[in-house]
């Protein structure tokens, strides 16, 4: 007998708001936050998403929406999914749970897709001293395919793939995030040397009211604010999964995830049609609607027989991705190198994340002499499938990243040549990518270099 068709769990209305959805979305991590629905082990389950700012970001010729979005209120989730097994019992702390990803997609209608950079002073990104302007560059999908008639001359098949996709924390484990992510906001601005040279801010989003959504639990009630005034930021990856981005979790793949409460409340969200290593731009892979189809499994005793905790507690471990096998194939990269150097000539001691900054730089001023933007490839490199790699880490004092490219999404030759690149102004490829102006007074970094 065939599979039975996956049921529809989370259903999305597009034409709702996301705390207007017939199951109500959240945008915090917290124990306490009520399942939506709950599934059985095994069971083929269809979970649908709206885009990580829930429909904020419009396909229009403006990037007014980017530069004055609220970040208070990222990223929407689908969930939380309370499991169980096949007798109906919950899956318990110290489980693992395994969620396999069958089928993934935009949602039917709305086949298109953003990628971004926020405005310095709400947002910033990985090179917001150099850029510090809000842009925006809009994409249309043709099957695997996507082009962006912001930055023409380009098409590359998507490795589609969730954003955010984890379980719900202790109240235990949420103490210890709120803890060290506190004291890295408050005192990492005077005890964190990387601070001079990555430039987003702040360093760490704390718990806040602002713009928060719990799903089941209503507003103004004594309820709400005591769970809102805990509650997590879904910002970054941490012990639960959650906002990950690796790119490679497409069709086939499985994430064995700490189960921390009864039920594992698994969450979703964040969906990408493609997504470069990193996502550089930060609001940086093609960001969509979408939907997953699922199926989990409860390994009992799972954390405790699988992952190894790096930390003073049982509870500091880490997920488990297992890749699948499905992904765009490309014979022929460039890859640009990068150093633990910073742009005034500084040595860092094997910092990986100064290395892939300068690796970055590096195929941004290339690839612009060959008729587009810096913007544009800023965009371009955030979103498009190219491998970032950590290629040297032991060797003192210098860390080493590569950043390779596929030369194939391109419509022109790349490759360095005898022939070479015409000198004098550029012709940038129109129309350029959308963007509004910085009215901030945060100086800029420029390449010292460059001016000579």
Request: include cysteine; proline fraction near 9%; charged fraction near 25%.
């Amino acid at each position: 007998m065939a599979p039975p068709t996956p049921r529809l769990v989370v259903p999305i209305d597009l034409k709702k708001k996301p705390w207007e959805q017939p199951l109500p979305l959240h945008n915090r991590w917290h124990p306490e936050i009520p399942p939506v629905t709950h599934v059985k082990a095994g069971e083929p389950i269809r979970v649908e998403m709206v885009d990580w700012t829930g429909g904020a970001i419009k396909d229009d010729d403006s990037a007014t929406d980017v530069k004055f979005i609220d970040l208070s209120t990222i990223h929407y989730l689908s969930g939380p999914i309370r499991v169980e097994d096949k007798d109906g019992i919950a899956a318990m702390p110290g489980d693992l749970l395994a969620v396999e990803i069958c089928n993934l997609g935009p949602l039917p209608g709305d086949e298109w897709g953003y990628t971004a950079t926020f405005d310095r002073e709400n947002g910033g990104g990985f090179l917001t001293d150099h850029f510090p302007c809000a842009t925006k560059a809009i994409w249309y999908f043709e099957g695997i395919y996507a082009y962006s008639p912001h930055i023409p001359g380009v098409r590359f098949p998507g490795l589609t793939h969730p954003g955010i996709i984890g379980t719900a924390p202790s109240m235990e484990l949420l103490n210890i995030w709120n803890d060290r992510e506190r004291e890295v906001e408050e005192n990492g601005h005077k005890s964190l040397k990387l601070c001079e040279v990555l430039h987003t801010r702040p360093l760490a989003n704390l718990p806040s009211t602002k713009g928060c959504h719990l799903g089941k639990i209503k507003k103004g009630t004594s309820e709400w604010e005591k769970v809102a005034n805990e509650a997590a930021r879904t910002i970054p990856g941490r012990e639960n999964g959650g906002n990950c981005d690796i790119k490679n979790l497409s069709r086939g793949s499985k994430i064995y995830l700490p189960v921390f409460v009864e039920g594992a409340n698994l969450s979703t969200g964040d969906m990408h049609f493609s997504q470069g290593d990193g996502e550089v731009s930060f609001c940086g892979a093609i960001e969509m609607s979408g939907f997953l189809e699922l199926k989990c499994e409860i390994i009992r005793g799972g954390m405790k027989e699988y992952l190894t905790p790096m930390g003073p507690t049982l509870l500091h471990v880490n997920p488990i991705f297992e890749i699948g096998p499905v992904e765009p194939r490309f014979s022929e990269w460039l890859v640009f190198e990068g150093i633990s150097v910073d742009e005034s000539g500084r040595q860092h001691f094997l910092d990986a994340s100064v290395a892939y900054k300068r690796a970055v730089l590096n195929a941004i001023d290339y690839l612009s002499k060959f008729g587009y933007s810096k913007e544009q490839i800023y965009l371009l490199l955030s979103c498009c499938p190219c491998e970032g790699r950590i290629s040297g880490i032991v060797d003192s004092p210098n860390a080493v990243a590569t950043l390779a490219i596929p030369t194939a999404i391109f419509d022109q030759d790349i490759r360095p040549k005898a022939g070479k690149v015409p000198v004098g102004p550029r012709l940038v490829r129109k129309p350029d990518v959308l963007r509004c102006s910085y009215d901030g007074n945060l100086p800029t970094t420029k390449n010292p270099a460059a001016l000579m």
